[in-house]
């Protein structure tokens, strides 16, 4: 960088600016900047500035003032030295300004050098950079954490260089230099026995015996064990006077240490994992002092050892002191490894004899630890069952990296040790095809239906080996056969080698799920009941039957044993969780295999009961529905108030989040014959899906009525059938047969059962299907007998959306007042109800009668105000088809510029919505504007393209008013013929549409162009 910082905190914290020492002043501001020295070039996040700041009281206004510390830490230092970045602060700098980063370059240039004089004399450079204990002076646990290691790391160094020195006969001027360690720190053996080693040297035996004497009783004392086997055995040969001790140039004698290369050869067919690897790369090449451990965790079959033998094979030259592979045994059919059983094996792999081993396991620990103290080894225990199984097989010295897979999360391996945890996820698609092409071979893989082999594998990568390992084996079975197997057949069955029981993924899924206990094995096995999708984390007590504190600890335990995702958060800051695709198969197959019918049967309604009670807590919170709900039979359950009140204190979000797993619900009922649940859940849904998932809405809504005529459920029918005449309500631009038809059916169906609400919403709906597409008789008339239903039923709801629609209709056919007195009929009764969608209309209407009145003073604030409210509820459509109105307003009252920015804004928000009415209105006011403008040809080319739209989605009223302004652009422009033929077009539709008073307009144009 060249900026002539120079940072210490090697002993006190120093800074300096250009060989000028800077003061820090402040605690806060030492903290922060110690933290972010302690780990420079990489992110420190603000809970961890805070953390260190503060521990665990830190005040409210804590991410504040570590703000203004790093603000103050930049005018000290410059501006870029310390970055803001989305995963925290960075400190940067170079080997060279700090002391540290260059501590650790000369002693990694030594690493591996067996040169004594080479290795001492940078090792003393090295050292000569300490001042006395890292960071001493900051007032901050987390930072003296980081100050410990590094004192670690120094007497680590401190070791070598003496051991280097003994070699090169320097005994005389180590004498005090041992004796000043051992005095700060007695418990090191290992400067006990080169302390031995100098006084053996110097002919003081007797000191160097009872150098020995003093450190056993010390670690009697203190520690209640005995010297280790490094030093009982320097004991030894001084006792026997052994000529090795003699030498003064000369170490004691030691085998050389064996080099263990035990990695399995590499996967073939390796595909993807880029990321993966390059976080275990960074892990195993970054140096903060301690063992580097990495944990790659994640379900059964997703490939944890293939990504660590393969990327171990790619670090061999960097680790050349070995390799160790371990299986643990974890989750085979056999028994796990003992941690006592495992370091057996490590010893006797790094040149333990066997009846050397200690025969305890915290004595084999230490002398594992003690073995590859020193040696750049690259360890890899597969198949770990739990943290502390894997903890005493830890090495502890900082030349080690060490990768532990396991179907487990081991969160204790990263509390206490700081591990690094990966979590693998089945591949991506890209991925996952690339691994089957390799498999199969180019020629063979076609991408398509790799790609549809890939998916039908869930992309877990042992699924993909073996489904590509059957395919290659079977040359007669085509790569869409064994799609077609997977998808139509037991895809279980499917995913295994025949003749080999391991070689399967339901065995694989087998051995986590035979691990588990009793409890999270029984809710594993009911999750498998549901219709897959996401699981809000509170429908597990219901679908259990247990107390929530129950259900939260199964999930725990699964989510821990990889068994379950979590996915997200639900609205109320709970975690959602999902089973991958092939694990949701085989807890559904265990579901069935040890649960009775009856009690399957018994889960799924208790869960069904769940999502019915918050939804329709949610249902009845929207204050937006158009159409009441109709009670059925499905039952509902209690669950607490206060957390049901969160979830679904905004309750359109609340249906944002969980419309998958409704729809899922939903298909779950189906699928258990509980009809009425069904469409009960669906019904929830009306509301909210016409406005924002309407697709989803008509799908599960023709679910549900198929389950109703299965069941004979007329009721359920009928509401289905009304609903799906409201989808085609919004739809109407597209089938307003089949809304009409639905609607038809809803109503014969509420007559025939006596449910008069049911059967006036239903020829409402008609009414307004027929207001749009045919002629207003009819729809006055389906109106009339809506309106007559609802005031027998005393049904306020059925009143005023009656009312509303007649005074619609009466509008379109130019009987604007009393049109008018229809919807200031009917708004009162909305607001006494709280009903706000028929509020927003009924305003709206007023504002859009105000318009074609001509007062346009009142039509805006009309307007304004329904544009205010729907905004409340956030529906971009009708949104949409306000701002049509006011930008005709601003047309009318002659306000081009305005108008055209509206016309246009609507206009591709109606083309990326495919809303064909809105582009219609919008392409309209567009050619409206530019004949006002004078602009005749651009003009006629954008109403001819609103004619075209409007004459697709068939709204005579629309057609009629588009063709009449048409007309008047095209005589204008001097082409009498043209406007005849688009005026005598427009008279066509408003004859059917009714509007008396477009075509008077529309007849009188007519009639003087005919006078010539």
Known sequence: MGSGVRFKILGEMQIAVEDREVAINGRRQQIVLARLLCQPNRPVSADELVDATWGEAPPSTAAKQIQTAVWRLRGLLDDNRIRRLPAGYLLRADTEELDAMEFDQLVSEVATTDEPAAVSGVLREALGLWRGPALSGVESAAVQVVATKLDERRRETQYRCIDADLCLGRDARLASELAALIAEDPLNERFRGQYMQVLYRAGRIGDALDAYQDIRRTLLDELGVEPGPMLGDLHRQILNREPGLDGARERIAVPPPSVPRQLPP?????????????????????????????????????????????????????????????????????????????????????????????????????????????????????????????????????????????????????????????????????????????????????????????????????????????????????????????????????????????????????????????????????????????????????????????????????????????????????????????????????????????????????????WLTVADAADHGTHIRVVPRIGGRAARCQLPQAPVERLVADPLAWFEAERDGLVAAVRTAGEHGADEAAWELADTMVDYGELFALDLLESTTRYSLDGCRRAGNRLGEAVMLRNLAICARSRSVFEPADGIEHAVAAAELFEQIGHAAGAADAHHLRGELLGVHDGPAAALASQALSLSLACEGEYPMGVVNACNEIGVTLRRTGRLDEAAWWAEAALPIARELGMLRQQIHLIGELGYLRM???????????????????????????????????????????????????????????QIDRWPYGQAVALRGLGDAEAARGNLVRATTLLKSAGQIADEIQIPLLQGRIRRRLGSAQLRAGDAAAARESWTAARDHLTLAGNATDLAAVDEALSCLRAG
């Open 266 to 610: 590499s996967v073939p067919h390796f595909a993807g994992r880029d990321r993966e690897l390059a976080r275990l790369t960074e892990a195993a090449l970054t140096h903060d002092g301690t063992v580097r451990v990495v944990v790659l965790s994640g379900i059964g079959g997703v490939g944890k050892t293939a990504l660590a033998v393969h990327w171990a094979h790619t670090l061999v030259d960097a680790y050349p002191d070995g390799q160790l592979f371990l299986n643990l045994c974890g989750y085979d059919a056999s028994p796990a490894l003992t941690s006592y059983d495992a370091l057996k094996q490590l010893l006797r792999a790094v040149g333990v004899a066997t009846d050397r081993v200690p025969g305890t396991e915290s004595e084999a620990s230490a002398l594992f630890r003690t073995m590859v103290s020193g040696r750049r080894m690259l360890i890899i225990l597969d198949n770990a069952s739990s943290a502390d199984q894997v903890l005493p097989l830890i090495p502890g010295a900082p030349d080690c990296v060490v990768a532990v897979t396991s179907r487990h999360r081991l969160t204790g391996l990263v509390s206490d040790l700081g591990a690094r945890r990966i979590e693998l996820e089945p591949l991506p698609a890209d991925d996952a095809v690339r691994l089957l092409a390799s498999i199969l071979g180019v020629e063979r893989a076609d991408p398509e239906v790799t790609a549809e082999l890939a998916e039908a594998c869930g992309f877990l990568p042992l699924a993909l080996r073996l489904a590509g390992a059957n395919c290659a084996d079977q040359p007669y079975l085509s790569i869409r056969d064994q799609v077609l197997q997977l998808r139509e057949g037991d895809r279980l069955d499917a995913l295994e080698v025949e003749g080999s029981a391991a070689a399967s993924v339901r065995t694989v899924f087998a051995q986590s799920y035979a691990r588990l206990p009793a409890g999270p094995r029984r809710l594993f096995r009911l999750l498998g009941l549901l219709d897959g999708g996401d699981v809000p984390s509170w429908l597990t007590a219901p679908l259990l039957g247990t107390p929530a504190a129950e259900a939260d600890r199964g999930i725990r335990t699964l989510v821990d044993a990889q068994l379950l995702n979590v996915v997200g958060r639900d609205i109320d800051g709970r975690p959602r969780h999902r089973l991958h695709e092939l694990l949701h198969l085989y807890a559904r197959e265990r579901a069935y295999a040890e649960e009775t019918a009856a009690d399957r049967d018994a889960a799924v309604r208790r869960a069904l009961a769940a």
């Open 852 to 910: 074609e009145q001509g007062r346009y003073d009142e039509a805006v604030p009309a307007v304004e105000e329904a544009l205010r409210l729907i905004r409340s509820i956030g529906s971009p459509g009708e949104e949409a088809f306000l701002q049509l109105v006011l930008a005709e307003i601003r047309l009318r009252r002659g306000e081009l510029e305005e108008a055209v920015e509206v016309f246009a804004r609507c206009l591709r928000f109606a």
